[in-house]
């Protein structure tokens, strides 16, 4: 990548998110910036407004955006330059005002070495903007420059949050900063205002629902639009959407066959689970659309084209959901795995009980089990998919919500929550709280991942894998809980039907 691709994506970004008018004050780092604007004021895209002091510059950009309601932008070099920008950023986000500060900087390797017009600009305005979006010449891709940029400015105009003011776009350029300009693109973003308006409307070309961790009512939602249009739904194992007819089974590995033929994906909660999700996520040809009535949205791909609060779908071709349900998966299923584990887990509980999955390989497992009308309601921790805390936290969903909780998951993710496995005595606890645990000796997950490969076999065991060995039944049963263990699917059908609080499954 180069910064004069950075410049001209950062143009054509800011143009398809709405914003007409930029204001540059002169100087070297932001020299590919500069270069991209003038061009496309040439060419009538924007419009270019050159002011040699920074303070003059903001302002201008402030009655801009005061006069039009749309976001303005404002570009300086690095330096003292930036600070030139506070009174005018302090007055946007005060008075409600879109302001978008680009203050271009030096790469993050020279910060604090003494380089040349080198400072700290990440943090500089504090409370004063509502937000910072950092990007780089020297990481990501020109779908993520854009994506950055179009985040920017959403949430300068208050698009999902109501609330407008200035956000500052650090912009790290390396050398050189000129060169030649990549053609300009397209890039659009259409992002809906956040509650009380009308839902987006799609066309009904090929589309797909894709749940991934939510809430109930998200994923009930979710189900809704798939089945009320006619569309596949592909619903991850915590999206509280895996049910109904409009669900597929295993649509991960459908996807493999038929990702290229999708031409639309309807994007609900926050799905993350698996690389053909990625890879559908951050596919070219394909429409994304964010359903949320959150502040920001999920865009692990950085495709976005429409973020919306709710979304109107026409009727799909009854052929497309066809396809999907005619698409047949069975995994070699020797021995006693984990696959079996989830299977009798959900077979286990209806719609009465709560399922808590532990965020490793036993989740992905659940993720081909088959399809229940009366699924239990499932939850996760998949903000960041870390493994601590499963237990503790099925333990507060509990508490509140009254219903019987099972907690899913591995031997090292419960390792990382034993405390969790303590109940004071003087303290409030759940009426039913059940933990399964797979033991499969250690992080099986990197097993399929590329520090699984034979080449690195010498060191697996030592620092990915970890087997630890720990008996984690008599852990339990020392705590107090009624623990058993088992090693086949008859042995663990049995224990679920028990009043095992604790089971530990030994594959």
Known sequence: MSSIELGSTILDALIGAGVTDLVLAPGSRSAALALAVERADREGRIRLHVRIDERVAAFTALGLGKASGRTAAVVTTSGTAVANLVPAAMEATTGGLPLLLITADRPAYAVGTGASQTGEQVGLFGTTVLGVVRLSSDSGTPDAWAAGVHRAVALAEGRRTRQPGAVQLNVEFEAPMVGELPPSRQRPLNVARSAGHEAVELDARRTVVL??????????????????????????????????????????????????????????????????????????????????????????????????????????????????RSATWEPSRGGFTQRHVADAVLASLDQGDDLMFGSSSIIRAAD????????????????????????????????????????????????????????????????????????????????????????????????????????????????????????????????????????????
């Open 211 to 324: 749940a991934g961790d939510a809430p109930p009512a998200v994923g009930a939602e979710a189900r809704a639009l798939a089945e009320v249009s006619g569309a596949p739904l592909l619903a991850e194992p915590t999206s509280n959407a895996r049910s109904g007819g409009n669900a597929v089974p295993a649509y991960r590995h459908a996807l493999l066959e038929l990702a290229d033929e999708i031409e639309r994906v309807v994007v609900f909660g926050h799905p993350t689970l698996s690389r053909p999700v990625s890879a559908l996520l951050a596919s070219r040809h394909t429409e994304v659309v964010i359903v949320s009535d959150k502040a920001t949205w999920i865009d692990p791909g950085h495709r976005a084209a429409v973020v919306a609060d709710r979304v109107v779908l026409e009727p799909q071709d009854p052929a497309w959901l066809a396809r999907w």
């Open 368 to 507: 081909v089990s088959p399809i229940r009308d009366d699924a239990p309601r499932t939850y996760a921790n998949r903000g960041l998919a870390g493994i601590d805390g499963t237990i503790a936290t099925a333990t507060g969903l509990a508490l509140v919500n009254g219903r019987p909780m099972t907690v899913l998951l591995g031997d090292l993710t419960a390792q990382h929550d034993l405390g969790a496995l303590v109940r004071p005595p003087s303290e409030p606890w759940p009426q039913r709280l059940r933990v399964v645990v797979v033991d499969d000796q250690g992080g099986s997950i990197f097993r399929k991942l590329e520090q699984g490969a034979p080449e690195y076999a010498h060191a697996f065991d030592r620092v990915f894998l970890t087997p630890q060995g720990a008996d984690l039944a008599a852990v339990a049963g020392a705590l107090g809980w009624r623990s058993v263990t088992v090693s086949d699917a008859t042995a663990l059908d049995a224990a679920l039907a028990s009043d095992a609080e604790f089971i530990l499954a030994r594959l």
